[in-house]
């Protein structure tokens, strides 16, 4: 077998180092803070415009579930004689 001096992807630990040195470096010269000030919506309308793009890119993930509210749960057909009509029901 050859060398595996152009591995790509997953693969690619020498990528993986140089991106963990660049992002150590980005945090310890105190640039986060600006970074997240400068990405932070200029208007409710563009916080808005981010939301949106959020939800569309979420429903295109493969592992993460959509962001869609389920329904509350329905009364069950058979009522439980044990609960009374007195108790509040737990939501």
């Given at each position: 077998m050859g060398t595996k001096q152009n591995v790509y992807g997953?693969?690619?630990?020498?990528a993986t180092?140089?991106?963990?040195?660049?992002?150590?470096k980005?945090?310890?010269?105190?640039?986060v803070?600006?970074?997240?000030?400068?990405?932070?919506p200029n208007s409710p309308?563009?916080?808005?415009?981010?939301k949106q793009a959020e939800q569309a890119a979420l429903l295109r993930a493969?592992?993460?579930?959509?962001?869609?509210k389920e329904p509350p749960p329905a009364d069950p057909a058979i009522k439980?004689?044990?609960r009374?009509?007195?108790k509040p029901r737990a939501s």
């Open positions: 997953e693969g690619n630990y020498e180092r140089q991106y963990n040195a660049s992002t150590k980005f945090i310890e010269a105190g640039k803070e600006k970074a997240a000030r400068d990405a932070a309308e563009e916080a808005t415009q981010m493969k592992d993460s579930p959509p962001p869609v439980d004689p044990a009374t009509e007195s």
